[in-house]
């Protein structure tokens, strides 16, 4: 299998530009950063629920305890936020809380939705970059991109 595009920070800027112009841009930039900043897989950025990502006084948490089904390999494991991410996520999060914390932290616009699975999230970033004109990037490029980088 071919191994995901890392993308440079000109074509992550285009794609950030791309959101801008669009419907849901803080849920669709605070989405493609989660992967790019942190890392994550994209079912694990779709498995997160708020009360993950957010503490009780509303602010955002130093460290993303990942609980082992919302891992690849069944491990709980620890993901870290950095200052630039915490940014991105606060300005997210001033736009979208739910009312229950334990609802998914990224929202789908269907009403009777649970938010994005790891299937209707992968088909998010396939369209995205697609639309962004950045070909050979998929749903694991920002994991890449962090882990390169």
């Given at each position: 299998m071919?191994?995901?595009k890392t993308l440079t920070p000109q074509e992550l800027r285009r794609v950030l530009d791309h959101i801008a112009t669009r419907k849901h841009s803080a849920r669709n930039r605070a989405m493609l950063l989660i992967t790019h900043y942190a890392g994550l897989r994209v079912a694990e950025m779709a498995s997160l629920r708020?009360?993950?990502?957010?503490?009780?006084?509303?602010a955002?948490?130093?460290?993303i305890m990942?609980?082992?089904e919302q891992t690849k390999g069944g491990y709980a494991r620890t993901?870290?936020?950095s200052e630039k991410l915490k940014k991105e996520l606060a300005a997210y999060i001033?736009?979208?809380?739910?009312?229950d914390p334990q609802e998914k932290l990224f929202y789908s616009?269907?009403?009777?939705?649970?938010?994005?699975?790891?299937?209707?999230?992968?088909?998010?970033?396939?369209?995205?970059?697609?639309?962004?004109a950045i070909p050979g990037a998929s749903s694991h490029s920002g994991r890449r991109s962090f882990i390169t980088n």
């Open positions: 071919k191994q995901a708020f009360v993950d990502v957010v503490d009780a006084e509303g955002i948490k130093n460290e990942l609980r082992p993901v870290f936020i001033k736009l979208y809380t739910p009312q616009q269907k009403k009777s939705s649970d938010g994005f699975n790891a299937n209707t999230a992968t088909q998010f970033f396939h369209y995205l970059y697609q639309r962004a």
